[in-house]
């Protein structure tokens, strides 16, 4: 696919996916062309969805939380990949990010889309940490060496779906588009029309960013909340202590991956303005934002 002509509009497409709502917008001299190619992509961001969604009980993260406990699980080699990914960057950010997460996320509610009664994280028979992980690169195998433990990959699917979806709209030859799943994740192919700088996002503070063959990804605490001991907390849990983080606050970070931008804007947002060194050296990047303030939408 060549150039854009000039005038020409662009194409939409959009989908529900991974509990969100993933859209893309595609510029371009084909449109026809460019549509087939936007819903090959999205065709593969469902195809992630079926290896890592927690509540689907065939997919590989849903078979490992289930017998990982009992022996090793055998993976696909891309879920593999993945998993060793997330548990390098576990180790970049100190376990600020970490996939195991998961058992406090369900422990405290939040996996059952309800509160929990609140009580402390010391009160709740979960355990967690990358380092209780065993990986076997040669069959693809995955085990928990502890009980207790439960993966949830969802602060990098989403961004990890749009890598994807990105490396088969370049494969078809699309030029100039811009991903994203739920506006917090979102992935800039080339520069759109009239505009060589980049795509110019918003962030939730209001400042603008300019997006060229890259990705930003924002993490925040509002949205699911609940309220522990009087202070109303986040969805996002410190994996160290097990406990949600007080908010509000927010943090974005710009990586040439999106699976990368999503688990170290989660970490940033765990680590708060005193992760910035560790944040900007695991994403070699300085294009990092954090904000103390509520930038929710009013409701």
Known sequence: MSDEVPGSAPVLVARQAMATRFEFVLHGPNPAGLRAAAEEALDEVERIENQLSLFRPLTDVARINARGATGPVKVAPEVFRLIQRAVTLSMATDGAFDITAGAWMHAWGFHAGAQAPVADAAEKDVTSGAEFLELDAEAFTVRFTRPGMRLDLGALG?????????????????????????????????????????????????????????????????????????????????????????????????????????????????????????????????RLWFSTEDHSLPT
């Not at 759109?192 to 605490?221: F, H, M, Q, Y």
């Not at 170290?264 to 303005?273: E, H, N």
């Open 158 to 286: 989403k961004g990890y779906a749009l890598d994807r979806a990105s490396e088969c709209l370049r494969d078809a030859g699309v030029t100039s588009a811009l991903l994203h799943g739920g506006t917090s994740s979102i992935v800039a192919i080339g520069p759109p029309p009239n505009s060589a700088a980049g795509w110019k996002i918003a962030l939730p503070t209001r400042e603008a960013v300019l997006l060229l063959d890259e990705s930003l990804s924002v993490s925040a605490t509002w949205g699911r909340t609940l309220e522990v001991s009087g202070i109303q907390r986040g969805h996002v849990i410190d994996p160290r202590s097990g406990e949600p983080i007080p908010g509000p606050c927010m943090a974005a970070v710009v990586c040439p991956l999106a699976a990368d931008s999503d688990a170290l804007s989660t970490a940033f947002l765990v680590l708060g303005l005193a992760g910035r060194d560790r944040i900007q050296q695991a994403s070699r990047s300085d």
